[in-house]
C-alpha cells in the first residue's frame, strides 16, 4: 500500500512539473505574441501616419496646379484674344486698306494666335481628362449625339481648310457606358488629328458602328498618311508626328496626350493604321461593359 501511494505522488509531481513546464511555454509564447502585436501596431501607425503626410502632400499639390493653370489660363488667354481680335479688325480692314504683304503678315499672326490658343484648349482639357481618370466616373452617353456635336464644331476649321467630312451614324440612339466629357475630348481629338493628316480639299469621315458588344467610331482622313517609321511612335505621349500635308508641317503630340488618357479613362481600346496613299484610319473601341485598354497600332 506505502509503494502504490509513493508512486502515486511521484506521478503526481511528474504531472505538476510538466504542467509548470507548459505554463511557461504558454507565458513565453504569450509575451511573444504581445510584443510581435505592438510591433505589427507601431509599423501600421507608421504606415498611416505616411499614408495620411502623402495625402497632404497631394492635395496640396492639387491644389497648387489648380491655381497654376487658372493663373496661366487667365495670363495667356487674355493677351492671345485681345491679338486674335485686334488682328482680325485690321484684317477686316476697318482701320484701313492693306497692301499684300501686310495681308499676310496678319494672317500668319492670326494664325500662330489660333494655334496658341488651341494648345492652351488642349493643355487644360489634358488635365481634365487625367482628372476623369482619377475620379473613375462611368455614365450613360449617346455616342452618335456626341459625334454629331464634335463634328459640328469643327465644320468651321474644315470649310477653312477645303476638306469634307462625311458622317455615316446609326439613326437611332447609340449608348455606352462612358463618360460623355472624356468621350467627347477622345472623339474630338482624333478628328482633329485626322483633319490636321488630311491634304488639302481632301475627305475626312467618322463612322460608328455596332460589333457585336462593343461600339467602333473609326475615323479616316485622305492624305499622304503617317510614315510606316513613325507608326510605332504615333500614340506616345508628347511625340511629334511629321505630317504631309502644305498646311500643317507637324501634328503636335499634345493632342495624341489628350486621346490617350481619355482612351485610358474610358477603359476603350484604340486602332491606329495608315497608308501612303489611301491615308491614316483610327478606331475608337467602346465596350459596353468596360474591358480594360487595349491600345494596338498596325
Same mark, same amino acid.
Request: hydrophobic content about 40%; glycine content about 6%; aromatic content about 4%.
Given at each position: 500500500?506505502?509503494?502504490?501511494?509513493?508512486?502515486?505522488?511521484?506521478?503526481?509531481?511528474?504531472?505538476?512539473?510538466? %504542467?509548470?513546464? !507548459?505554463?511557461?511555454?504558454?507565458?513565453?509564447? %504569450?509575451?511573444?505574441?504581445?510584443?510581435?502585436?505592438?510591433?505589427?501596431? =507601431?509599423?501600421? +501607425?507608421?504606415?498611416?501616419?505616411?499614408?495620411?503626410?502623402?495625402?497632404?502632400?497631394?492635395?496640396?499639390?492639387?491644389?497648387?496646379? +489648380?491655381?497654376?493653370?487658372?493663373?496661366?489660363?487667365?495670363?495667356?488667354?487674355?493677351?492671345?484674344?485681345?491679338?486674335? /481680335?485686334?488682328?482680325?479688325?485690321? $484684317?477686316?480692314?476697318?482701320?484701313?486698306? %492693306?497692301?499684300?504683304?501686310?495681308?499676310?503678315?496678319?494672317?500668319?499672326?492670326?494664325?500662330?494666335?489660333?494655334?496658341?490658343?488651341?494648345?492652351?484648349?488642349? $493643355?487644360?482639357?489634358?488635365?481634365?481628362?487625367?482628372?476623369?481618370?482619377?475620379?473613375?466616373?462611368?455614365?450613360?452617353?449617346?455616342?452618335?449625339?456626341? @459625334?454629331?456635336?464634335?463634328?459640328?464644331?469643327?465644320?468651321? &476649321?474644315?470649310? &477653312?481648310? /477645303?476638306?469634307?467630312?462625311?458622317?455615316?451614324?446609326?439613326?437611332?440612339?447609340?449608348?455606352?457606358?462612358?463618360?460623355?466629357?472624356?468621350?467627347?475630348?477622345?472623339?474630338?481629338?482624333?478628328?482633329?488629328?485626322? !483633319?490636321? #493628316?488630311?491634304?488639302?480639299?481632301?475627305?475626312?469621315? #467618322?463612322?460608328?458602328?455596332?460589333?457585336?458588344?462593343?461600339?467602333?467610331?473609326?475615323?479616316?482622313?485622305?492624305?499622304?498618311?503617317?510614315?510606316?517609321?513613325? %507608326?510605332?511612335? /504615333?500614340?506616345? =505621349?508628347?511625340? =511629334?508626328?511629321?505630317?504631309?500635308? @502644305? +498646311?500643317?508641317?507637324?501634328?503636335?503630340?499634345?493632342?495624341?496626350?489628350?486621346?490617350? @488618357?481619355?482612351?485610358?479613362?474610358?477603359?476603350?481600346?484604340?486602332?491606329?493604321?495608315?497608308?501612303?496613299?489611301?491615308?491614316?484610319?483610327?478606331?475608337?473601341?467602346?465596350?459596353?461593359?468596360?474591358?480594360? !485598354?487595349?491600345?494596338?497600332?498596325?
Amino acid at each position: 500500500m506505502d509503494d502504490e501511494t509513493s508512486l502515486d505522488s511521484e506521478h503526481m509531481r511528474q504531472l505538476e512539473a510538466e %504542467l509548470e513546464t !507548459v505554463s511557461r511555454s504558454r507565458d513565453s509564447l %504569450l509575451a511573444e505574441v504581445q510584443e510581435y502585436q505592438q510591433h505589427i501596431a =507601431r509599423i501600421v +501607425d507608421r504606415s498611416l501616419s505616411e499614408v495620411r503626410n502623402s495625402n497632404a502632400r497631394l492635395q496640396l499639390s492639387a491644389r497648387t496646379k +489648380d491655381r497654376f493653370l487658372a493663373d496661366m489660363n487667365h495670363s495667356l488667354r487674355t493677351p492671345l484674344t485681345s491679338i486674335i /481680335g485686334f488682328t482680325k479688325v485690321l $484684317l477686316s480692314e476697318a482701320a484701313g486698306p %492693306l497692301n499684300a504683304e501686310q495681308r499676310t503678315q496678319l494672317e500668319m499672326m492670326k494664325a500662330s494666335g489660333d494655334q496658341l490658343l488651341a494648345v492652351l484648349d488642349d $493643355l487644360l482639357a489634358f488635365t481634365d481628362a487625367h482628372e476623369g481618370l482619377e475620379e473613375d466616373r462611368a455614365l450613360d452617353a449617346d455616342i452618335c449625339s456626341i @459625334a454629331r456635336s464634335v463634328s459640328r464644331n469643327l465644320e468651321r &476649321e474644315l470649310w &477653312e481648310r /477645303g476638306l469634307r467630312l462625311e458622317l455615316d451614324l446609326p439613326s437611332y440612339a447609340c449608348p455606352v457606358q462612358a463618360d460623355p466629357e472624356i468621350l467627347s475630348r477622345a472623339i474630338a481629338a482624333l478628328l482633329s488629328g485626322a !483633319v490636321e #493628316l488630311a491634304d488639302s480639299n481632301g475627305r475626312v469621315s #467618322l463612322r460608328v458602328t455596332d460589333e457585336a458588344e462593343e461600339t467602333h467610331v473609326l475615323i479616316e482622313s485622305e492624305g499622304g498618311g503617317i510614315p510606316d517609321y513613325e %507608326l510605332p511612335h /504615333g500614340l506616345d =505621349r508628347l511625340y =511629334r508626328v511629321p505630317g504631309t500635308g @502644305a +498646311d500643317d508641317p507637324s501634328l503636335s503630340g499634345l493632342g495624341f496626350s489628350i486621346l490617350l @488618357a481619355a482612351v485610358e479613362a474610358l477603359d476603350a481600346g484604340l486602332q491606329l493604321s495608315t497608308h501612303p496613299e489611301a491615308g491614316t484610319a483610327a478606331v475608337l473601341v467602346i465596350a459596353r461593359q468596360h474591358p480594360g !485598354v487595349t491600345t494596338v497600332i498596325s
